[in-house]
C-alpha cells in the first residue's frame, strides 16, 4: 500500500463520486443504451454567442481578468437581473464572475462554513452541495419534501430552524429544482422569507434554472431578502454554455468582499473568452432562454402524459428540464436496481432517485433535455420493460 494513502484530508474519506456520474458511467457501455440521465441541454450555444467567444480570441482576450470577473460581464449580469427578475445589484462590489455554477457552490460553501455548523436543506436535491458541506466539517440536515409536492413548507422550515438550533448557518434553496423540476410561486417564495428573516442564517438560493419556468415567471428569494441571500446562477442551463463554465454570485458587497478570497484561491479568475460570449448572451441573448424552453415545455407534456399512462405518480414540473416519477407498485422499489435492471434488459438510463438523497429512493429522474424522437423511443422502451416485469 502507498504510504500516502492515509495522508488524505479525512474529510475526503467521506464523500465520493456523485452516483449520478457512478451510474451513467456504469450504464454507458451498454450497447445501444438511450440515456436521459445528464442534466445538460441538448441544445447547442446559440450561433451568436459562439461568434462572440470566436471574436474574443481573434481580439486576444486571452489574459486573465480580474478576481471579480471584467467588468462589462458584471454589468450585463446586473442589467440582465434588473430586467428580468426586479432586482438591483452594484456591478463594481456585488457580483462575481465564477467558473460554473459549481464553482460558486464551493466558494460560498467554503466561504461561510466552519466546523460543527449545520445546513439546511430541502429533499430530495441536486447532490453536489452535501459533499462541500462535508469538506468544510459541516452537516447537513434535510427536510422531507415528499409529503407536500416536493415544495417545502414554511412550517417545516420553521420547525427545522428551531429544532436545530443555533448551529444552522445557511439555508439551500434551488428552484426551479434538480431533481423534480418543481419550482415556488411568488406567495410560497414570500412566505419562506418571512421565516428566514427572523434567524442569523445565510440563505444560499441556486437559481441557475430560472430562465426555463414554464408556468410563472420565476421570482427570486433576493427579491424579499437582499440582505441575507447569496443568489447563484449561471448560462450553462438557459443559454445551452455548459462547457463555457461560466456562473455567477450576487450577494451584498459585505458578503462579496469575503467570498471573493476564496474564489480566488480556488481559481483566480473565469475564462476571459467565456466571460466576454457571456456578455453576448445576457446582452443580445437576453431571450434566448425563452426560446428553448418553449421546446422544453413541449417535451415534458409528451413525457408527463406518458409517465401518468404508464402508472407512474409524478408531480407536474414547471420548470428545469426533469421530472421525478414514482416506481409504479409492482416493480423493483430500490431505485438503482431498478435502473440497472432497465438499463440491462431494455437499453434505457434514468437516474435513480437515491442519487438525491434518502428522500428520493423509490423515485427515478428522467431528463427530457433530449429529441422529441428521443424521448418517445424512451417511452417504448420504458413500457416495454414494464410490461415484461
Not at 474519506?13 to 441541454?41: H, N
Not at 456585488?94 to 457552490?105: H, P, S
Not at 429533499?123 to 452541495?129: D, H, L, M, S
Not at 439551500?172 to 418543481?182: C, K, R, W
Request: charged content about 20%; some cysteine; proline content about 4%.
Amino acid at each position: 500500500m502507498n504510504p500516502l494513502t492515509n495522508r488524505f484530508n479525512k474529510q475526503v474519506e467521506k464523500i465520493a463520486v456523485s452516483l449520478i456520474r457512478q451510474f451513467d458511467e456504469r450504464v454507458s457501455g451498454i450497447d445501444d443504451i438511450l440515456k436521459l440521465t445528464l442534466g445538460e441541454p441538448d441544445f447547442n450555444t446559440p450561433e451568436h454567442i459562439k461568434e462572440a467567444g470566436e471574436k474574443a480570441i481573434q481580439n486576444n482576450f486571452s489574459h486573465y481578468s480580474g478576481m471579480a470577473g471584467l467588468p462589462d460581464v458584471r454589468m450585463a449580469a446586473t442589467a440582465f437581473l434588473k430586467q428580468k427578475y426586479g432586482l438591483d445589484y452594484d456591478a463594481t462590489k456585488e457580483v462575481l464572475v465564477t467558473v460554473g455554477v459549481t464553482e460558486a457552490i464551493s466558494a460560498t460553501l467554503l466561504a461561510i462554513l466552519e466546523a460543527g455548523d449545520k445546513v439546511l436543506l430541502p429533499a430530495p436535491i441536486y447532490p453536489g452541495y452535501e459533499p462541500v458541506i462535508t469538506l468544510a466539517g459541516a452537516k447537513a440536515v434535510y427536510m422531507d419534501t415528499t409529503d407536500n409536492g416536493f415544495v417545502l413548507s414554511p412550517e417545516k422550515l420553521a420547525a427545522t430552524l428551531e429544532a436545530e438550533g443555533s448551529a444552522v448557518k445557511a439555508v439551500i434553496l434551488n428552484y426551479p429544482s434538480n431533481p423534480t423540476g418543481v419550482t415556488y410561486n411568488r406567495q410560497e417564495v414570500q412566505a419562506l422569507a418571512e421565516v428566514l428573516r427572523n434567524y442569523p442564517v445565510f440563505v444560499i438560493s441556486d437559481e441557475v434554472y430560472s430562465e426555463l419556468s414554464y408556468e410563472e415567471e420565476h421570482v427570486s428569494i433576493a427579491e424579499f431578502l437582499p440582505e441575507q441571500t447569496i443568489l447563484l446562477n449561471g448560462l450553462s442551463k438557459s443559454h445551452a454554455m455548459t462547457g463555457w463554465r461560466i456562473g455567477f454570485i450576487f450577494a451584498p458587497a459585505i458578503l462579496t468582499a469575503e467570498i471573493i478570497k476564496v474564489h480566488q484561491y480556488l481559481v483566480t479568475a473565469a475564462s476571459t473568452i467565456s466571460q466576454k460570449a457571456a456578455v453576448e448572451a445576457l446582452v443580445q441573448g437576453i431571450e434566448d432562454g425563452a426560446k428553448m424552453g418553449e421546446e422544453y415545455r413541449v417535451r415534458r407534456d409528451f413525457v408527463y402524459d406518458k409517465l401518468k399512462k404508464l402508472g407512474f405518480e409524478v408531480a407536474k414540473p414547471s420548470g428545469a428540464f426533469y421530472l421525478f416519477a414514482k416506481i409504479p407498485a409492482g416493480q423493483i422499489q430500490d431505485s438503482m436496481a431498478f435502473c440497472v435492471d432497465l438499463a440491462e434488459k431494455n437499453q434505457l438510463a434514468l437516474i435513480p432517485g437515491i442519487a438525491f438523497g434518502q428522500a428520493g429512493e423509490g423515485y427515478v429522474r428522467i431528463s427530457y433535455a433530449a429529441s422529441r424522437e428521443a424521448l418517445a423511443e424512451a417511452m417504448k422502451r420504458l413500457e416495454a420493460y414494464l410490461k415484461n416485469n
